[in-house]
Structures are given as C-alpha cells and as structure tokens.
C-alpha cells in the first residue's frame, strides 16, 4: 500500500501580482456579475463581511477601460506586459508589500481531507498562494484531471478557514459544477460541511457558523458605499433586468415563483432602474383602488420578493431599500 503524497505550497507576494489582481477585477466589474452575486466594492475591508467585499483601490482607471475590456479574466491572471506596467505605476506610490506569512496550514488537514475523500488524493500536486491587499478575500482555479497546479489568491485580512474551504472547492468545484450541474451556494454548502461538521476539520476548527455567503445581508449603509464608490471609481454600471413574454428575466435566467402582484411591483421597479421608488409610487401599484396602505405589508412584500430572488440564487440586496422613503433596483 503507497502513502498518500501532499501538494507543495509556496507563498508569493508582490506588486506585479497586486497589479494582476487589480486587472482581473477591471475586467470583470463592469459585467456586475460579482455585484450582482451580492459582492460590495469598497477601499477597504469590514470584518464582519470580509467574504462579501471586494477591495479596489482609490485610482483613476479611467485610462484602462478600453485596454481591460479585451482581457481573458483568468486565475491565475495573465496581461500584456505593458498593462501590467502602467497598473504597477498607479499602485507604486501607495504600495504596501503584504507578509506571506499568514498561517501554516495543520500538517494534519489534507491527511484527514484525503481519508474523506481518497477518490480526490492525488488530483493536487503544487498550491501556489499569492497574497494580495485587494480583491475578494480568496479567488482559485478548479482543479480537474488534466490541471493538478492550484492557484489561490488571498486578501492579507484571510485567515485559515478562509484557505482550508478554498482547497476544498478547487477539489470539487468541477465535478459538481460541469457533471452534477450544481449552483454556486450548493458547491460552498457542500464545502462547508465537510470542514465544519465531518472528521476533516476536528481540532482544526473549534466552532465556525455555516458560510451563508450568496445569503449574506449587507447593511444598506454599506450599499450606499459600494454604489458610490463605484461611480467614483468610473466603473460602467448596466441592467441587467428584462421582461420577455410577461416573464422577468435577471441576465437570461427566468424569476420564478412571483405572485402577479409581486411581479407588477418588480416591474415597476425594472422601469425604474437605478432610481428610488417612493413608498406612494409602490402603494399605488400594490394597492391600486384605495388611497390608504399599509407600510408594514409592502416591507413584508419587498421582503417576499427579495426571498424568491434568494430561491432563484440571486442575493436579496439586488432590491435597495431607503429608509421610510422607497426602493430601488440595481
């Protein structure tokens, strides 16, 4: 019987992979797929929501737009080396060189990772972990049978749950994904359960809550943030909302379970796209005969609709709520 044999790690830092990191999210934030998975850009981390923030730093990048749009946003990240330098110049009188030393990883995690998953072993040969000041607080390849190299990104706020369910999702992100066709929040609950409540984290983790990521509520403070910050670092924003044959649609996926009454409310808010609806607005199309309504029913209503939104994987923050004054959409 042959012992089982553990991947190499390596641990990498510097303002070449900073400017990297920084291009692959210039490339992929004006698509708003991450944003619209519920994902904050802010300057800074918050450390109660550090798996839901991604960290841009303040820079003009008004010059880049047209250069990033042509990019392949992969991981790890590859860019002309000119791209590279001139995002290098923008971060050199700020840079901060972060210290791979982080953690160690408990010698003892991929023997018990293995044990649990022996069909899996030998599908790691080297992890390669750059730490970063910006990004989201992880970011990985999947590993499959014909690529055993796994790429991490870390955020320096990381900490070793956070790259112990990372090596676990490169493991079985593919196979779930492409073969079981599972959704995003599936594969992380999958994930999670295996760290937290099976032999693979005892004595590694002592109490972790169960990751509700794509769940996660962000306060609305901190959307406001996230918005204006966007608009302040120029980042395009677009709608993705559209009504086909009286179906609404988010990108081309179907909003499904909505009353009609949920639907025409949805729609008002579609037509209004980026701006508030007063709560008067919103009454007249939930109560369209009578001038009197009730705000404690169209917040339960809002709050039905930001569900069905979470049972069609989306997160609920889509539907921006400003206080005794309306709501929005982005």
């Known amino acids: 019987m042959t012992s089982t044999k ?3 790690i390596t641990w990498e830092t510097g303002i070449h992979h900073e400017a990297l990191r920084i291009l692959y999210y210039l490339k992929r934030l004006p698509e708003r797929e991450l944003q619209n998975r519920g994902f904050l850009v802010l300057p800074r981390s918050y450390p109660k929501l550090n798996n ?9 990048y008004s010059s880049l737009w047209q ?3 042509r990019l392949n946003p992969t991981t790890p990240m590859t860019a002309p080396e000119n791209l590279i330098d001139q995002t290098i110049e923008l971060l050199k009188p700020s840079y901060v060189k972060p210290s791979t030393n982080l953690f160690e990883i408990p010698p003892n995690f991929f023997k018990k ?3 649990f998953l022996p069909d899996y072993s030998a599908m790691i040969d080297q992890i390669n972990i750059i730490v970063t000041n910006c990004g989201t607080i992880s970011q ?5 049978k014909t690529h055993s190299t796994l790429t991490i990104y870390l955020r320096t706020d990381a900490n070793l749950n956070d790259l112990c369910q990372v090596i676990i999702l490169s493991l079985i992100r593919h196979q779930l994904q492409n073969q079981e066709h599972r959704n995003w929040g599936e594969i992380q609950t999958v994930s999670d359960f295996i760290l937290h409540h099976t032999t693979v984290g005892t004595n590694i983790f002592k109490s972790i809550p169960m990751m509700t990521a794509l769940q996660q509520k962000q306060s609305t403070t901190l959307n406001h943030l996230s918005q204006k910050y966007l608009d302040h670092l120029g ?3 677009q709608n993705c909302w559209s009504t086909k044959n009286e179906q609404i649609y988010f990108q081309d996926k179907i909003i499904s379970g909505l009353t009609l009454r949920q639907q025409n409310l949805l729609q008002l808010l579609i037509n209004n796209y980026g701006q ?3 709560l008067d607005d919103i009454a007249k199309i939930l109560w369209p005969n009578d001038e009197n309504y009730s705000l404690w029913a169209m917040v339960k209503e809002i709050a039905r609709i930001r569900k069905c939104l979470v049972n069609n ?6 539907i921006k709520s400003y206080r005794k004054m309306g709501y929005s959409l982005s």
């Open 52 to 60: 839901k923030i991604i960290v841009l730093p303040q820079f003009d």
């Open 6 to 8: 553990y991947p190499s």
């Open 140 to 144: 990985f390849n999947a590993i499959t």
């Open 113 to 115: 990772l293995f044990d």
């Open 276 to 278: 508030k609806v007063s």
């Open 67 to 69: 250069k990033t749009s």
């Open 235 to 237: 980042i395009p924003q």
């Open 313 to 318: 994987n989306l997160p609920g923050s889509l």
